[in-house]
């Protein structure tokens, strides 16, 4: 399973999720991989076991999570961009972060920016009862608080700075307000500016090959980010 260059924003769910006991909303997330173990029916027998890659996507002003993984195993996340979500789940606790997983084996978090909303509780990286032998987290941008829950995961060359440093990552014009005719208009917000700390701050043993226009990545130096300056 693949998802790959999409532009997902102003997702939200005000609703209730009362089949399993929520009295309040639980979704509206940007992307989200929910329940591949099939705890709760209704899906594939046995779940889904193989490998998942999301990749070059741009998330952001959604209700929910940017990107979250929920009892989902070998999840490859990487070369995404999230941005300021958080909008209605915020409301309603402090736990649920722009990049989430929960409950999931094999994760890997690699080459993304994540920038949380200053003005919001909620973490920009959050992990939850996950398998410490095998989940990585590596060569991300992160503005805003982490909170791993405890656990000792592995970590190698993240960048992390508090909330307040919202100019950071230098985007060219970063909004949650957009205008746009087509995918590629996104890139006049999100893209990075000259001096960006996340150019060259991506590993190349596991990067995106093109981002998120279809540009290809150089083979030594690449950028963190859904976006290659």
Not at 6 to 30: L, R, Y
Not at 58 to 72: A, D, E, P, Q, T
Not at 160 to 165: F, G, P, T, V
């Amino acid at each position: 399973l693949v998802i790959r260059r999409n532009v997902v924003f102003e997702n939200e769910c005000d609703i209730p999720f009362s089949p399993h006991g929520h009295k309040t909303p639980t979704d509206g997330n940007g992307i989200i991989m929910d329940d591949f173990y099939n705890t709760q029916g209704g899906g594939q027998e046995g779940g889904y076991q193989s490998d998942v890659l999301i990749e070059n996507n741009l998330s952001f002003n959604n209700g929910g999570r940017g990107i979250h993984v929920y009892k989902s195993d070998n999840i490859l996340i990487r070369n995404n961009t999230t941005f300021h979500n958080m909008r209605v789940l915020s409301k309603y606790g402090s736990d649920p972060a722009e990049i989430n997983v929960d409950e999931s084996f094999g994760t890997q978090v690699i080459n993304n920016i994540m920038v949380k909303n200053p003005e919001l509780k909620n973490p920009a990286l959050r992990f939850w009862k996950n398998d410490v032998e095998t989940t990585k987290v590596m060569n991300n941008v992160v503005v805003g608080e982490k909170n791993f829950c405890g656990q000792k995961l592995f970590e190698k060359d993240n960048i992390y700075r508090e909330a307040d440093d919202q100019s950071f990552p230098n985007f060219k014009n970063p909004t949650v307000d957009v205008e746009f005719d087509s995918i590629d208009d996104f890139e006049a917000y999100f893209s990075l500016a000259r001096r960006s700390p996340a150019i060259n701050a991506a590993t190349k043993a596991n990067a995106a090959e093109v981002d998120l226009t279809g540009k290809k990545r150089p083979r030594r130096r690449v950028d963190a980010g859904c976006y290659e300056r």
